[in-house]
C-alpha cells in the first residue's frame, strides 16, 4: 500500500475508534441482554479496529525506516 494511501486510511480507522468509543460509552446506559450484547459487538469491534490501526502505523514505521 503506497503511504499516502496509508496515511488516509490510518485517519480512518482513527475515526472508526473515536465514533466506536463514543457507542460503547452510550451503550453502558442499556440493561438487560440487549445491553449486553450491544456492549460485546461493539467491544469486539473497538479490539479489532484498534489492532488493525495498530498493525498499519507498526508497518509505516518500518517502510519508513528503510
Known sequence: MPLNDAKERASQLETEVTSLDRRLIL???????????????????????????????QGMEN????
Open 27 to 57: 451503550a453502558s446506559g442499556l440493561e438487560g441482554i440487549e445491553g449486553f450484547r450491544q456492549r460485546w459487538s461493539l467491544h469486539g469491534r473497538l479490539t479489532d479496529t484498534k489492532k488493525r490501526l495498530e498493525s498499519l502505523k
Open 63 to 66: 517502510r519508513k525506516r528503510e
